[in-house]
């Protein structure tokens, strides 16, 4: 989601107990499909295979992919190697290789309500370094989510990543953001992924919305591609993500989009 597009603060959605089912179901089976890859993403496959394999999937759930058509892009899921930020369009050309890392971003649409998260992948063996970026961005995530109940603020969350993923010299990625989420694909909040405690909208129980930190080994800055879409850095360092979809309950959260087999983080990324 665009930093530039920030959405009015005062306009985020709350919803019902009721609603929270749907995005349990639709969440639950983006992360199903998460939980399959990390068989199938091997070196030799290509970034189209990964897009076929989880369009296949979704369909036969009765799911629509979110992104397919969205604003134009071509492809049902977001495929992001290397030092591509987000937004990766799948190729059959793009044959992934020992040492890559990837990103898949998947959001279905599963009765009207949308299940968004991403998780990177290690493909083959990677070193320690590329190691320490992906594990940082993944507790950066879990950090913010830890963060993200009622009395808190949104600034917060953001707060909490740039905090943790700066302490190991990594760069936070500004120019794309969290959303809130539901029956649309991007709502009002924008989440940053940096700021100041206190800062924001105060959180609410029946506020959904993702957290996505993207993270750079360099600088933060990015560039777009001439495909209006593909997201990378500018000085070509490497950059991971990772996204759950959260809503706020009266004590804490509920994480949409949590692994069934307990690999949010890939076993090959452990
Ligand atoms: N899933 C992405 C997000 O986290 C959005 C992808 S939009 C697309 O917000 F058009 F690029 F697919
Ligand atoms: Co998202
Ligand atoms: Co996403």
């Not at 019902?16 to 983006?30: I, Q, V």
């Not at 989880?54 to 495929?79: D, E």
């Not at 600034?155 to 993923?165: C, R, S, V």
């Not at 940053?192 to 993270?215: A, D, R, S, V």
Request: aromatic content about 8%; hydrophobic content about 35%; proline content about 5%.
């Amino acid at each position: 989601m665009y930093y530039q597009i920030l959405m009015d603060s005062n306009q985020i959605p709350i919803h019902s107990k009721k609603e929270f089912e749907g995005m349990r179901n639709a969440g639950a089976l983006t992360a199903s499909i998460l939980d399959k890859l990390q068989n199938i993403i091997n070196p030799g496959i290509s970034t189209e295979e990964i897009n076929e394999f989880c369009h296949n999937i979704i369909l036969k759930n009765g799911a629509i992919p979110a992104p397919l058509n969205y604003k134009g892009f071509p492809k049902s899921i977001c495929t992001s190697v290397n030092h591509v930020v987000c937004h990766g369009i799948p190729n059959k050309n793009k044959i992934l290789q020992s040492g890559d890392i990837i990103n898949v971003d998947i959001t279905v649409i599963l009765n009207g309500w949308h299940g968004d998260s991403s998780r990177m992948f290690a493909v083959g063996k990677i070193n320690k370094k590329t190691h320490l970026l992906l594990k940082t961005t993944y507790e950066c995530l879990m950090l913010g989510i830890a963060i993200a109940k009622p009395g808190k603020h949104l600034g917060d969350i953001g707060y909490e990543i740039q905090k943790h993923a700066e302490s190991k010299n990594f760069s936070v990625v500004k120019d794309f953001c969290g959303h809130g989420i539901g029956k649309k694909f991007h709502t009002p909040p924008s989440v940053l992924h940096y700021g100041n405690m206190g800062e924001g909208p105060e959180l609410k129980p029946g506020m959904f919305f993702t957290i996505e930190p993207m993270i750079n080994i360099g600088d933060w800055r990015v560039k777009i591609l001439k495909d209006n879409w593909t997201a990378v850095t500018k000085d070509k360092s490497l950059s991971a993500q990772f996204e759950h979809s959260v809503g706020i309950t009266e004590t804490g959260n509920e994480i949409f989009t949590l692994s069934q087999n307990n690999t949010d983080l890939p076993i090959n990324v452990l």
